[in-house]
Every structure is written in structure tokens, then in C-alpha cells.
């Protein structure tokens, strides 16, 4: 069903042209550059892939910013192998 979806955009795009459709806003965004997680103890910040993603639905405030979602990503160091958990606090919407 996703296969017929695509060949129709295709042809919409190919009569189109390229660029955004029409009456859709004109996004410009801003480019946030977020610092990579460091080892606590080789301060690496070299790591693996991330595995066992939890997020948790828990309202606080974190440095003085409110967050609505705890979310924690598993990783290794590559340097000198300590596991660590990246834990973020995101105020946005969603489950
Ligand atoms: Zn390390």
C-alpha cells in the first residue's frame, strides 16, 4: 500500500518539479548544534551505537527548564569500554 503511495508522489513530483508543494510554510529553521555525550571516566566522547531507548513521561524541571519526557539511551565507550546511560530531558509533546 506504501508502494502505490510513492509511485503516485513521484508522478506528482515529477510534474511538479522540485522544491516544496505549493501553499505548504516556508520552513527556514534555525541549526541547534547539541554537544556529544562524554565518558565520565576517559571523557571520550567516541561510543557505540545506542540500544535500549526508554522514555519515561515524568514532568519536572531540569537547570531551571521545565521537561515533560525522561528519555534514556544505552551505550558503550569505544575507548575504554564503560557502559553509560545518556539521559535527556525534552519538553515537547507526545505519548
Ligand atoms: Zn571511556
Request: aromatic residues 6%.
Given at each position: 500500500?506504501?508502494?502505490?503511495?510513492?509511485?503516485?508522489?513521484?508522478?506528482?513530483r515529477s510534474?511538479?518539479?522540485?522544491?516544496?508543494?505549493?501553499?505548504?510554510?516556508?520552513?527556514?529553521?534555525?541549526v541547534?548544534?547539541?554537544?556529544?555525550?562524554?565518558?565520565?571516566?576517559?571523557?571520550?566522547?567516541?561510543?557505540?551505537?545506542?540500544?535500549?531507548?526508554?522514555?519515561?513521561?515524568?514532568?519536572?524541571?531540569q537547570?531551571?527548564?521545565p521537561?515533560?519526557?525522561i528519555?534514556?539511551?544505552?551505550?558503550?565507550?569505544?575507548?575504554?569500554?564503560?557502559?553509560?546511560?545518556?539521559?535527556?530531558?525534552?519538553?515537547?509533546?507526545?505519548?
Open positions: 500500500m506504501a508502494r502505490k503511495t510513492n509511485a503516485r508522489n513521484k508522478e506528482r510534474q511538479r518539479g522540485p522544491g516544496r508543494p505549493k501553499g505548504s510554510t516556508n520552513a527556514d529553521p534555525d541547534n548544534t547539541v554537544e556529544p555525550s562524554r565518558c565520565k571516566r576517559c571523557g571520550s566522547t567516541r561510543r557505540g551505537d545506542y540500544y535500549g531507548k526508554t522514555e519515561q513521561a515524568f514532568q519536572g524541571v537547570d531551571g527548564l521537561f515533560t519526557h528519555v534514556r539511551r544505552r551505550t558503550k565507550c569505544l575507548d575504554c569500554g564503560q557502559a553509560r546511560i545518556d539521559r535527556a530531558f525534552e519538553n515537547r509533546l507526545g505519548e
